[in-house]
């Protein structure tokens, strides 16, 4: 093999290394704190664990609103316990860690905030009803 047809697949493969490098995300982890705005939720199943949902969370005056995606999975707190996501309801108060994917792949949403943890902080008129049926208010 020639010397310049080395150097040809050298610059292929460093030239498809790049991008593939740019077609990656990058993530970067925030916290936030604020009042549910509005709330959607989807199940795979009849159990409250299979749900995922879209949760926007308007964090206060001049902070606009966030959307954030809430995997199948991701654990809720509220006091001592766990709630599954049907629990929320617009109007409670949240605080989500989540992480911030910015992509520039073909075909992928260039931002999207997936939370890894969810604290109710204080529920929205103690109309929250706990799994098993105990109210909000016996924790």
Known sequence: MKLYQVGAIVAAVMLSASMV???????????????IQGISVSCSGKVPDTCAGRVDIA?????GVTSVFIPEGVPIKYGSRQVPITFLET???VRIDYTTTNSTAANVNPVLNSA??????????????????DHESNL
């Open 59 to 63: 964090a206060g005056l001049g902070y």
């Open 21 to 35: 490098a740019s077609a990656q995300s990058s993530a970067q982890s925030t916290t936030v704190e604020g009042q």
């Open 116 to 133: 890894a943890a969810a604290t109710l902080l204080t529920a929205a008129g103690g109309t929250n009803i706990l799994p098993g049926g």
């Open 91 to 93: 109007g409670d108060r």
